[in-house]
């Protein structure tokens, strides 16, 4: 197949590769292919987070929350065992899309419904989509099992910031972002419970 030859790292079998996967991408960025093995289809992405983001293809929870796009769909269609995970190349952080738009013009990917990296151009949702998927969101919880494996994803060195430290000057202006009317959480309630856990 005429993109394998550009791969610089092919995991044939991700599953069972997952700590070659986190190990051989920890701190890179750059741009990756996924392959289905059974239509010979394929979606190219990019991230600043290489690792973490081949991983989260394996994960129940990111696979349901992102469930409508066609990648996804193929993954839960035919199952993990028949993708093959390609990085295209690494690059600098602030590289990643260009990249990602040269691969996109080049293999042409059938998975992709966004022809431009990092934009939602060109996919067009219905207002009765757009009211469906609003109805679907609303109210929604993930499970403790969920929460539990989506902590599992983020720890050691599949954290961000895993062997990073951040400057005292950094957690000022993170503090200090986050505090009074302008913050977050600002003017969000707060339950008995949660209080009481604060």
Not at 13 to 27: A, Q, Y
Not at 131 to 141: N, Y
């Amino acid at each position: 197949m005429f993109i394998v030859h550009h791969a610089k790292r092919i995991y044939l079998s991700p599953l069972s590769e997952k700590l070659d996967i986190s190990l051989e991408n920890r701190g890179s960025s750059g741009v990756y292919a996924l392959i289905c093995k059974v239509n010979n289809k394929f979606y190219v992405g990019s991230s600043v987070y290489l690792a973490n983001r081949l991983l989260d293809y394996m994960q129940p929870a990111y696979l349901a929350k992102k469930a409508n796009r066609p990648i996804l769909r193929a993954i839960v269609k035919y199952g993990l065992i028949h993708f093959t995970f390609i990085v295209l190349e690494t690059c600098h952080i602030t590289d990643t899309l260009q990249r990602e738009q040269y691969w996109i013009d080049l293999l042409k990917p059938e998975y992709n419904l966004c022809k431009v990296a990092g934009s939602t151009l060109g996919v067009a949702l219905s207002e009765e989509t757009k009211a469906k998927l609003s109805v679907a969101r609303k109210g929604k919880t993930h499970s403790l099992e969920t929460h539990m494996l989506m902590s599992e994803t983020r720890r050691g060195s599949n954290n961000p910031m895993f062997g990073k430290t951040i400057s005292e000057e950094a957690k000022m202006k993170l503090s200090q972002a986050l505090k009074g009317p302008n913050g977050p959480l600002s003017g969000v309630p707060r339950s008995p419970k949660t209080i009481k856990l604060m």
